[in-house]
């Protein structure tokens, strides 16, 4: 079955920049989708397809896509983005989806 | 505005049978798959699996199946998920949420119900 792998965890001093990946074959011909999971709340749709923001979510939230490798940025991080993130994508030989593994962002 | 109602808490015994409801409103219920995502304490999402309510077929996670079922009532709105041959493993929130697919051919989940607790326990 795919697999989505992400690191584990990663932190951010407040109003710099990080990179979440997100590794596994279902990336070479689909998006990623990025989902933020803040404690006792569901998830919220961060990032989607080629870079896109649903309305309401900050531009300094982008992503990229490179080869098996899917990436979300967040540009001048906030403490309010202290989060779990997600990526997901769909296997397109099965119509299953798959969660990646998650990170764990911590902004110092 | 669309919302997802998930149905209440539920405590269960190992090797029992649970089904969870997801109501919608705010949008043609037909129009968009439904997938069905749960979270162990502590622990990532899992993905298990998606309705396509117009059409009435289903996709699962390999490693749920034969052990869960998803279906719908297009009368409601609701759809509705089932695990069977519960197993204190199977203690999570799970949720529906909603399948987005846009005019690009990009897939999202855009909006998710509120959660169902579901413990298993002897």
């Known amino acids: 079955s795919s697999e989505l792998t992400q690191d584990p965890a990663v932190s951010v001093a407040l109003g710099q920049t990080v990179r979440i990946t997100c590794q596994g074959d279902n990336l070479r011909s689909d998006y990623a989708s990025w989902y933020q999971q803040k404690p006792g709340q569901a998830p919220v749709l961060v990032i989607y397809?080629?870079?896109i923001r649903p309305s309401g979510i900050p531009d300094r939230f982008s992503g990229s896509s490179s080869g098996n490798t899917g990436s979300l940025t967040i540009t001048g991080a906030q403490a309010e983005d202290e989060a779990d993130y997600y990526c997901n994508s769909r296997d397109s030989s099965t119509n299953a989806f798959v969660f990646g593994t998650g990170t764990k962002v911590t902004v110092l | 505005q669309v919302q997802l109602v998930q149905s209440g808490a539920e405590v269960k015994k190992p090797g029992a049978s649970v089904k969870v409801s997801c109501k919608a409103s705010g949008y043609t219920f037909i129009s968009y798959y439904m997938h069905w995502v749960r979270q162990a304490p502590g622990e990532g999402l899992e993905w298990m699996g998606i309705?396509?309510?117009?059409?009435?077929?289903?996709t699962y996670a390999q490693r749920f199946q034969g052990r869960v079922t998803v279906t719908r009532d297009t009368s409601t709105s609701t759809v509705y998920m089932e695990l069977s041959s519960l197993r204190s493993e199977d203690t999570a929130i799970y949720y529906c949420?909603?399948?987005?697919?846009?005019?690009?051919?990009?897939?999202?989940?855009?909006?998710w119900g509120q959660g169902t607790l579901v413990t298993v326990s002897s």
């Open positions: 949420a909603r399948n987005c697919y846009d005019s690009s051919g990009y897939y999202c989940i855009d909006y």
């Open positions: 397809g080629k870079n």
């Open positions: 309705i396509n309510p117009s059409a009435d077929s289903t």
